[in-house]
């Protein structure tokens, strides 16, 4: 029973197999993509196929596309989506690629054509909308500019006449706008009106869907041109890019006048006249409109090149179109499924088109490129099992663009045939047997096992016997039964049989195994009634006499029907379930008499039979069918199911009822085309299946496809269209209707069928008759559909009401008539001439400013005017149109009657009295006009009083009428009627005359209340007079009154509250009072100031700006003024990170230092790369303003701080290794990340160079696979992130060991004699051992004479040797036979190759020979090495060691002995016993010698360190290896601190010899060494250098800056500190001080303040007043105090005298004042210094060596006067500026002293490695920066000086003793006439001291030595230096302090090592040390450097400035 669901499975598999199908795409992507990174993209795959295929993407290297969180999803329906992001998140390897899609079955596997994506990041944009000036009546044209970053994915979707009038794009515009397709809008016969709407364009992003509408234009009018304009073609598409059965629309815009028409024309190719395109439609498809030239469905005859030609009566202009028409690439790949034979020939074809666009062709199996598949043909022959699989077709063209098609390939079904099979046998039991059966087919067969015809299990209770199945590559099955100790009752026939759906084959044979009869239990069989039952006795034993079978104790047969054959089967035919059921007994019986016997049982099953239905008629669509499957006869139990066309049906689409196990209904509810189809009732049992199968057809009523009328369509044109039906079953009737009536053919309709789904409706030409509806009707037995389609045909307008002239009275309404008919319904416009004639019009539309509410027009076309008036009165056109035809219009005149009119009915005429009064009135109205005055009822006429006067005139509106009264008095006022009459009518005027007198000024202005932005004033009336108002006037001081703001107050007032009003400001206010007779004069002016206010505006100009990764400078300007509303005093500043958009601004104050009230900020300890948001807030002395709008701004990219995580490493062959690591946290990478660098080397550096640096690859990939390694070898890999700014840090270093491989050859081998039959062979290890040694192989071959090789039989085998063997004595050899060795040595992974072969003879002699080989050792010191020499020979040897030629004893006690075996050990090895070493043996036979040569690794010395430049922050290092001691370096330690610091360590790698030290702190001293590490130790540390970064503390301002810096006031004083020198440093902070001058009281101003703030006012000062100020400024590198005095200036504002000065600071003793107590205490100091001097002196007289120092004394005396003569010479040569001083006399100039260099330089005093490069110093006023910058302190030290006779080969040093302060000196060093190398030193000492002003403070010039062969330049060969002689005392000792320089920086620090010596004790060396600088910059080289850090604010790294204590003058030093 064990083997049923093996069958199951079986059964399952073949059924699923036999319903593979290929995947076949269903959605295949776009060839490209291009998404918006704001919305994202997706690319959608779908596939079909059995199994259901899988969708996977492919990434542009052929690997999966796998998520990345955050940025690609794969969904499961196999949509790639790419989120979006932001812009600083885009990855060239997501967004800007290729994919493929790849679908995947277990029949095969396809790919997609590659899809280009591309991630356009959203970038804001404008669109400007322009227009091109057009002549009145004619075309404007207008145009939408977009800019060109956009231009691609943004159309213009319509254009907007202000406020919401919308142009959309169309073929042929509305007969005034017309829309181009391209975006260009047309307006025609442009009139004055159409240059008052603005117009703007709408665009529309096609990623985004972004709408952005552009700026307004006006369209500019040309001044009408009588004389023709030629046409200019303004607009044309020069070519136009479509694809195939699109729509193309070609556009030629032209403007002239008269309006141009325009004609199209095709030009062919063959060089013949162009042809015309008439306008309307040509082939149904070219349509010609205007500038439009539209074809519908473009296809390749299209293609060519066009000509729109404009013409009209001044011109014509043309322009030349192309048009180009791309066939998409298609492939059709046949036959799409092909089933082949095996071992037959398969053919694919593969059409691909079009032939001109196929740039080539591949081929792909399952995904994978075809080897050689290039052609459009395939062949695939012969056909194996591994051929079946999918074949895709790929054409690619020119352009990349890619398309595919698939086909599957499958083997046909062949049954199957046994390739193998088993033989009877016969056996004893207990030994194991094998049977094994072999089958080929298709589908794969399955094998099944029967021993005797019943099934086997896969094994038995036993465990005895096992069945294996297995499928081999090729598709062969093989199969096996493995029965392991047969015994007896194993035997029987086995058989096997090899089943498939095509069929089956079997073999049977029997296995007999010796022994009793055996019969195996029978299971239970099942017979079949009605059919034939065999049955094989399952017999046991060997060898079997007889088999028999009973029932019922009766041997068998008993009938007919039954046989019983010799092997023991029984048959029964015609089997019947009554009397063949039941037990049978089976007996087996052999020679001897023994017997067994077994019963078995046999029941017999009916299978069933299914009762035969039908039905009898085919089924509509919707109705219901059932059937009825009944088995009348099987034994239960039944299974009843039903299928349709062989598959089973689904519950989901019908309706199974089982009745009762016999019966089963099939219920359909609604048939559908669906069901069509073969249903069957299939009924199974035990015994049998059958089916009984019947046809259900369902009629399908037709289906229409949707047809419709082109558009446009006019009277005169022609149309078709075609009626299709899409589905239904035949027959169909098809026929047509119009309006519900059958249409009849005439001449001008036809109906036409085209085929037996196709009906054409053809009208010739259109008539308005043959608008209406038109009706498809499609029948058939199903059902009867229509489809209806609108058919409008286009009809000219035609008048129903022409307008005509009309008359009307004033102020009455009139209607004109004006009607219109045609199709569509035309639209009626009116328009009115401009003026009194007809010709130029404007149109009448709703809602006109013009005519507001005074005119109408009615539904019908007619216009209603309502109380006309003369403005009315003109010509007007009625104009209909529908787009069809030209249109149509009449002009008609309308006529306005008019009786005189007033405008107005009464008004009031004001004049003062005595002054001419005029009395005037407009009347209007049809002439002539007669016009009286009357003043009551009597008539005013100039004959009635002198004073009278009347006159007339026209006007425009008229006539104009005055009257005038000169010399008005008080009787003249009243009232004075005009009367004005005409043929129309009558009407009269009210004039009211007035005579009145001005009033007095206001008084007594004052301000009772004052806010921020109020104020309340009141007056006093001037006199009780007639006030009609007041007007205050106010304004802000300084302007002028003509621009004051004025207030209208009634009479009865007297204050007024003036607001709003700007805080903070001064105000001038003034009232003036308003009579009836005119204004007063001002009142005097009343100045107030507001109140102060917070700010009310923000800070603007708000920028950021990024430094660094970690700094911004904020920067912004003060709020304007008029919303400052006070003094600012202050601002705030806020800054937050951009993402944490909840969290609030991190605010710092900031003070106003500046005039402008400008400010800055720098904020450091920012976040690398990130985004902030910074907001300014201004502050006054009421409180803080509003925050400016967030400004952001990101920090800029820097490197990584952390290294990749989760760094992993495999080996995946002998030579390469995969490293895969994960990216580092998105916190730590601060910026964009471009990639991967790996590092990696071999961990054995013992077989590297020290030098080589490591190797290195970069990716951008997670994983990368290392090539070309070398095998088994380990390495160390290292991994770092990459930005835009550089490689972040390495992680730890992981190692990673490669495969093992083979070996190499045995490096060495030999083979001696070690005795008469005796060989001795040794050999050395691989040199390369690539692993493990697991072993070695000794190979031996045997020549005959005649160095024939022996036969294989006498040849010994090879020889296995553990792994520690080196030799092998072979015994017993044959002698005088010649013998060939060779060795191979193993690993685990294999033998490697053999060495070289050896041959040697065994004799009788035996001579001296060493086995062991020579060879070069390499070994660590202090270690113990032990050299070898085995050596064999008879008779005995003798051995002997030697060392070059010195022979060597075996002494013990030595450290070099030979031991008892021979061999030579060295204990604590050192240096010393490198050399070559030899071992002799020699005997009577013969001698030998091998050479050992012994290199000691020792520990490496110390490096050479060397200063290459600095900047402020940092220090270039170089340096240079010294002697590596034999073993290669690892690394370096360099160590450095500040001065009096703490020491700090940096390791660096082995590979580089210089090294930039960063973050150092400014103008700070550091002292540095290094050490080397090797392999066997470290080095000493190298010499200690020190060096000092750029920079010093703050130096001064210049003097000519002192009235810049101090402002004083009379009370106050202003300090401003922004021009402050920094040294190179910058500034941290100031503290200021004052005090009255003669006081000892400093008043703190700016005390312990940490913000630098630059600007001060100091209050509270006496006017005329002296004071003393004082300012300490800070920066990293110290402080410096400079004091400064300022006057204050009197309460008047004036200079103070200095008599006022001196009576305000009062008189003080002289003994108080320490600038006279001092001077004098120093004089008196002096005197008795000069005594003791003398009295020393005299004494020392007749000392020798006093003597000696006198001598010296007036040797420099001599020399001074010879160097003045030098000074003078050189003055002269060096053409100084004319500015310069030259000094008057000898005593104005020191003297020098010379010094000369010792000749012997003891050992102590060796140079050091950074004596390379030299420094010379020449001292200058430290004011500028540039190449005048000084070098720092530390350059100063002098180590070790000692003054003595005599000079060394032309080098000398020399120490110049400079001017301290105090002394009047100044030096020059000249050059001499014979010397010309002196001329550099006149150069850079004599030009640049002699335009210093300030003493210098150091104490002494260094000069490097000169020599003739070093690399180095000196400035001078032979310098002499003199000590300098100045006026007063002479300072001569270096020891001596100098006054105002603190101890550090007169001589060497204690950590020197060096004490202060004077001039007479000092020793001088040749190998002084000099500062380290690097070279000498050139002129150029300064000014380029001087501009660099003027622009950069940054230290030169050739320059150090550092300045001098309490502003003293300062040395500068260049580097050479």
Not at 15 to 38: W, Y
Not at 721 to 726: A, D, E, L, Y
Not at 1157 to 1182: C, D, H, P
Not at 1579 to 1593: D, H, Y
Request: proline content about 8%; glycine content about 8%.
């Amino acid at each position: 029973m064990r083997v049923i669901p093996c069958l199951l499975f079986v059964l399952l598999a073949k059924d699923v197999r036999g319903e593979a199908r290929g995947p076949v795409f269903v959605l295949e992507p776009p060839h490209k993509l291009d998404f918006s990174n704001s919305s994202g993209g997706w690319l959608d795959c779908s596939a079909a196929g059995q199994p259901a295929p899988m969708i996977t993407w492919l990434a542009a290297d052929g690997s999966p596309a796998m998520e990345v969180p955050g940025v690609r999803r794969i969904l499961l329906n196999g949509t790639l989506v790419l989120l979006p992001f932001p812009a600083a998140a885009f990855r060239q390897d997501v967004h800007s690629t290729t994919y493929r899609c790849l679908a995947e079955n277990s029949a095969g596997r396809v790919v997609s054509r590659t899809v280009q994506v591309r991630a356009v990041v959203s970038q804001a944009y404008q669109a400007l909308a322009e227009a091109v000036p057009a002549v009145r009546g004619c075309t404007a044209i207008l145009r939408c500019v977009l800019p060109s970053f956009v231009k691609e994915f943004v159309r213009i979707v319509s254009w907007l006449q202000e406020p919401s009038f919308y142009i959309y794009p169309s073929l042929q515009g509305d007969g005034k706008f017309h829309m181009l397709p391209t975006g260009e809008l047309l307006i025609h016969g442009v009139d004055s009106n159409d240059q008052y709407p603005s117009y703007r364009c709408r665009t529309m992003h096609r990623l985004t869907r972004q709408v952005v509408t552009s700026s307004s234009t006006l369209i500019r009018i040309i001044p009408e041109n009588r004389m023709p304009v030629p046409p200019l073609i303004v607009e044309h598409s020069a070519t136009v890019h479509v694809v195939q059965d699109e729509g193309a629309v070609l556009v030629c815009a032209a403007q002239g006048c008269p309006a141009p028409d325009i004609r199209w024309y095709r030009i062919p190719t063959s060089g013949r006249q162009p042809l015309s395109i008439p306008s309307g439609e040509v082939g149904g498809r070219a349509r010609a409109i205007g500038p439009l030239l539209a074809l519908e469905g473009a296809g390749p005859e299209d293609a060519g090149m066009y000509r729109c030609s404009a013409n009209n009566s001044a011109g014509a202009a043309g322009a030349e179109l192309r048009l180009v028409v791309s066939t998409p690439l298609r492939v059709n790949l046949s036959p799409g499924v092909q089933t082949v034979e095996l071992g037959a020939t398969a053919e694919f074809h593969c059409d691909a088109g079009p032939e001109e666009a196929v740039a080539g062709i591949t081929w792909l199996k399952d995904g994978r490129l075809v080897a050689g598949g290039t052609g459009r043909r395939l062949l695939v022959r012969p056909v194996r099992r591994e051929d079946k699989g999918m074949y895709q077709c790929v054409a690619r063209s020119d352009e990349g663009v890619t398309a595919q098609a698939a086909a599957e390939l499958t083997l046909g079904d062949a049954p199957p045939s046994l390739l193998y099979s088993f033989i009877e046998q016969t056996m004893q039991p207990g030994p194991s047997v094998s049977l094994k059966c072999s089958a080929a087919g298709n589908p794969t067969p399955s094998i099944e096992w029967r021993l005797d015809g019943f099934a086997l299990p896969p094994t038995d209770i036993a465990n005895r016997i096992h069945i294996g199945q297995y499928v081999t590559v090729h598709g062969d099955v093989i199969s096996h039964i493995n029965i392991s100790h047969v015994a007896v009752e194993d035997g029987g026939e086995y058989s096997c049989s090899a089943k498939n759906r095509a069929g089956g084959a079997s073999h049977a044979a029997r296995l007999n195994v010796y022994g009793l009869p055996y019969v195996r239990p029978m299971p239970k069989v099942t017979a079949v009634a009605g059919e034939t039952l065999y049955i094989k006795c399952p017999v046991a034993g060997y060898p079997i006499e007889d088999i028999r079978w009973e029932r019922n104790g009766r041997e068998l047969p008993v009938d007919l029907r039954q046989k019983v054959f010799p092997n023991g089967t029984l048959a029964i035919r015609h089997v019947q379930k009554p009397t063949d059921a039941g037990m049978y007994t089976c007996t087996a019986r052999n020679k001897q008499g023994h017997s067994s016997r077994r019963n078995g049982e046999i029941t017999v099953i009916v299978p069933p039979k299914i009762s035969p239905f039908s039905v009898e008629r085919s089924f509509h669509l919707g109705e219901r069918a059932t059937l009825t499957c009944s088995v009348v006869r099987g034994d239960p139990p039944l299974v009843i199911t039903w299928l349709r066309d062989g598959s089973t049906l689904s519950p989901s689409t019908v309706s199974i009822n089982q009745v009762d196990p016999f019966n089963s209904i099939l219920l359909i509810e609604s048939l559908s085309p669906e069901h069509n189809g073969n249903y069957s009732c299939r009924a199974s049992n035990q015994a049998s299946t059958v089916t009984h199968t019947q046809r259900i057809t369902v009629n399908v009523p037709p289906s229409i496809e949707p047809f419709s009328f082109q558009e446009g369509l006019s009277e005169g044109m022609r149309t078709r269209t075609i009626c299709g039906v899409s589905s239904g079953d035949p027959p169909i009737s098809v026929t047509w209707l119009k309006d519900g009536a059958p249409i009849a053919n005439d001449n001008l309709v036809n109906v036409s069928t085209l085929d037996s789904f196709s009906s054409l409706l053809n009208i010739k030409q259109l008539v308005a008759q043959h608008s209406g509806d038109y009706t498809c009707v499609a029948s058939n037995l199903a059902a009867v559909v229509r489809f209806t389609a609108t058919l409008s045909v286009k009809v000219p307008p035609k008048w129903v009401v022409e307008p005509v002239d009309t008359n009307a009275p004033r102020g009455r309404h009139v209607m004109i008539q004006c009607q219109a008919d045609g199709v569509p319904t035309p639209t009626v416009t009116w328009k009115k001439a401009r003026g009194s004639k007809s010709g130029d019009y404007e149109e009448l539309r709703g809602g006109s400013s013009t005519w507001g509410a005074q005119y109408k027009l009615l539904s019908n076309g007619s216009l209603l005017l309502q109380h006309v008036k003369e403005d009315h009165e003109g010509f007007y056109l009625c104009q209909a149109s529908n787009g069809i035809g030209e249109g149509i219009g009449k002009v008609i005149q309308l006529h306005v009657n008019s009786a005189p009119y007033f405008a107005v009915q009464s008004k009031l005429v004001s004049v003062r009295k005595g002054e001419t009064a005029e009395l005037k009135c407009d009347v209007s109205g049809d002439a002539p006009i007669n016009v009286v005055w009357l003043k009551g009822k009597e008539i005013v006429a100039a004959s009635s009083n002198y004073r009278y006067n009347t006159k007339q005139e026209m006007i425009p509106s008229g006539v104009s009428f005055t009257l005038q009264i000169m010399s008005a008095e008080g009787s003249d006022a009243g009232s004075y009627y005009c009367q004005a009459t005409n043929v129309y009518g009558r009407d009269q005027q009210l004039v009211q005359l007035a005579v009145q007198e001005p009033p007095a000024s206001p008084n007594a202005v004052e301000m009772i209340m004052v806010s921020s932005r109020s104020s309340s004033v009141q007056w006093k009336p001037g006199s009780a007079g007639d006030v009609t108002q007041y007007f205050v006037q106010y304004l802000q001081e300084g302007i002028p009154w003509d621009q004051a703001r004025v207030n209208t107050v009634s009479g009865g007032a007297h204050s007024i509250v003036l607001e709003p009003l700007q805080p903070a400001t001064r105000y001038i206010v003034r009232v003036t009072a308003q009579g009836p007779a005119g204004r007063s004069a001002p009142s005097p002016d009343l100045r107030f100031t507001t109140q102060a206010q917070k700010p009310a505006g923000p800070p603007l100009q708000v920028s950021v700006t990024a430094l660094s990764s970690t700094t911004v400078v904020i920067s912004w300007s003060p709020p304007r003024q008029e919303l400052q509303h006070g003094t600012i005093s202050g601002y705030n500043v806020g800054v937050k990170l951009a993402s944490g958009a909840s969290n609030g601004f991190n605010f710092t104050s900031v003070p106003v230092d500046t005039e402008e009230g400008r400010g800055t900020l720098l904020v450091s300890n920012l976040r690398k790369f990130s985004r902030y948001l910074v907001v300014v807030q201004a502050i006054n002395q009421e409180g803080a303003g509003p925050l400016s709008e967030p400004v952001a701004a990101t920090t800029l990219e820097d490197v990584p701080s952390k290294p990749p995580q989760d760094v992993r490493c495999v080996a995946l062959s002998p030579q390469s290794i995969q490293v895969s690591w994960q990216p580092p946290p998105s916190a730590n990478i601060h910026g964009l990340l471009q990639g991967y660098k790996l590092i990696y080397e071999l961990a054995e550096l013992a077989s590297t160079h020290a030098s080589s640096a490591p190797e290195s690859r970069q990716t951008t990939a997670l994983t990368i696979v290392l090539q070309g390694l070398a095998r088994h070898s380990n390495y160390t890999v290292q991994v770092a992130a990459i930005t835009g700014i550089g490689d972040g840090p390495l992680c730890r270093p992981i190692y990673c060991k490669t495969a093992e491989d083979v070996p190499g050859a045995p490096r060495d081998i030999k083979v001696i004699a070690s005795g008469p039959q005796t060989l001795l062979v040794s050999w050395l290890p691989p040199s390369t051992p690539r692993g493990s040694i697991t072993g070695y192989t000794l190979h031996t071959r045997l020549l005959l004479p005649g160095s024939q090789q022996a036969p294989s039989d006498m040849q010994p085998s090879p020889r296995a040797l553990p792994p520690g063997a080196n030799s092998f004595e072979l015994n017993g050899l044959r002698t005088g036979v010649e013998y060939q060795f060779w060795v191979s040595a193993s690993t685990r992974v294999g033998d490697g190759p053999g060495s070289r072969i050896v041959s040697s003879v065994p004799s009788g002699r035996v001579p001296a020979k060493i086995a062991s080989f020579g060879q070069q050792i390499i070994q660590p010191w202090r270690t113990s090495v032990t050299l070898p020499c085995i050596a064999v020979g008879l008779p005995t040897f003798s051995r002997e060691w030697s060392k070059g030629n010195s022979l060597l004893s075996r002494d013990e006690a030595s450290r070099a002995y030979i031991t008892d075996s021979g061999a030579l050990r060295i204990d604590s090895i050192t240096r010393d016993d490198e050399g070559n070493y030899s071992c002799h043996v020699h005997n009577s036979e013969g001698a030998d010698r091998i050479l050992y040569k012994i290199t000691v690794q020792v520990p490496p010395a110390a490096p050479s360190l060397y200063i290459s430049g600095s900047t402020s922050s940092s220090v270039v290092l170089h340096w240079k290896a010294g002697d590596t001691g034999g073993a290669p370096l690892t690394g370096f330690s360099l160590h450095f601190r500040p001065t009096n610091g703490d020491w700090e360590e940096l390791s660096l790698p082995r590979y580089i010899n210089t090294y930039e030290l960063k973050d150092l702190r400014c103008g700070s001293e550091y002292q540095i060494f290094l050490t080397a590490h090797g392999l066997v130790g470290s080095s000493p540390a190298s010499s200690q250098v020190t060096v000092r970064t750029q920079g010093s503390v703050p130096g001064r301002p210049p003097l000519s800056a002192n009235s810049q810096i101090v402002q004083s006031n009379s009370t106050s004083v202003l300090v401003r500190l922004h021009n402050w020198p920094d040294g190179g440093c910058p500034l941290s902070k100031f503290e200021l001080f004052y005090k009255q001058a003669g006081s000892d009281h400093w008043n703190t101003v700016l005390g312990n303040m940490q913000h630098l703030q630059r600007r001060h006012l100091i209050f509270g000062l006496s006017p005329a007043t002296m004071y003393d100020l004082k300012v300490v400024a800070f920066n990293v590198a110290g402080q410096s105090a400079n004091e400064f005095s300022f006057t204050t200036l009197t309460l008047e504002g004036e200079m103070a005298s200095p008599e006022l000065i001196q009576k305000n600071m009062g008189q003080k003793p002289f003994y108080t004042e320490m600038k006279i107590v001092l001077p004098l205490l120093a004089a008196f100091l002096a005197v008795i210094s000069a005594a003791v001097a003398f009295c020393l002196c005299w004494k020392n007289k007749g000392d020798p060596q006093g003597g000696k120092e006198c001598q010296d004394e007036r040797d420099n005396k001599h020399n001074s006067e010879h160097q003045r003569e030098q000074y003078y010479a050189t003055i002269h040569k060096a053409a100084l500026q004319a500015a310069d001083k030259i000094p008057e006399s000898a005593e104005d100039i020191s003297p020098y002293a010379t010094f000369h260099l010792a000749e012997t330089v003891p050992r102590h005093a060796q140079p050091s490695p950074g004596s390379l490069l030299h420094s010379f110093i020449y001292h200058e006023q430290a004011t500028t920066e540039g190449c005048a910058s000084p070098p720092s302190h530390s350059v100063m030290n002098v180590y070790g000086k000692r003054r003595r006779s005599g000079s060394i080969a032309g080098n000398s040093a020399r120490l110049t003793i400079k001017g301290k302060k105090g002394f009047d000196s100044e030096e020059y060093n000249s050059p001499s006439d014979s010397d010309p190398d002196q001329v550099i030193s006149s150069r850079t000492e004599s030009s640049n001291q002699l335009d210093g002003r300030q003493r210098p403070t150091h104490n002494f010039m260094y000069h490097g030595a000169a020599s003739s062969t070093s690399s180095d330049l000196s400035p001078t060969s032979d310098q002499k230096s003199l000590p300098r002689r100045g006026k007063g005392n002479r300072n001569r000792w270096i020891g001596v302090p100098t006054p105002g320089v603190r101890p550090a920086q007169r001589a060497p620090t204690p950590s020197s090592g060096l004490r202060p010596h004077n001039v007479a004790e000092t020793p001088f060396y040749q190998s002084l040390r000099p500062p380290p600088y690097p070279s000498e910059l050139s002129e150029a080289e300064c000014d380029i450097d001087t501009l660099k850090k003027l622009k950069l604010r940054a230290s030169s790294s050739l320059w150090s400035r550092p300045s001098g204590a309490n502003g003293a003058p300062e040395d500068f030093s260049i580097a050479v």
